[in-house]
């Protein structure tokens, strides 16, 4: 195995790290609740492995070939970078919903006055 191999785990690492950051900066999903966040993250990534594997059962679903993978299979037709994928997926639609959610009740533009205040920047 070389370098290139691990190309497409490596990207969902970063992104995920990204969304870990974005998450703690914000206080979104895991720095809000992390006992909830983690329950309903596992429940999401299980749900969509259910689904996946059903896809591979009915001969839907089929893995891809390419350089840019492991190869490490966690069952037929299953890499292990589909549960990074799925655990991003399901960590930036929380990330997402919970942002949403803030902005849609008023909480982004109260944190950003008390910033603009807190900070010295308005004067």
Known sequence: MS?????????????????????????????????RAAIVLVLGVVFFLV???GGILLGIFFRGQTDFMTG??????LPIEEVFFLTLLCYNTMNAYT??????????????????????AAG
């Open 72 to 77: 490490l299979l966690i069952g037929p037709e």
């Open 99 to 120: 942002a949403a959610g803030d902005w849609l009740d008023g909480r982004w533009s109260r944190r950003a006055s008390t910033a603009t205040i807190d900070g010295g």
């Open 3 to 35: 370098l290139v191999n691990f190309a497409y785990l490596g990207a969902l690492a970063v992104a995920l790290t990204g969304m870990v950051l974005l998450d703690r900066r914000f206080g979104l999903f895991f720095w809000r609740d992390a006992r």
């Open 51 to 53: 689904w996946d594997l």
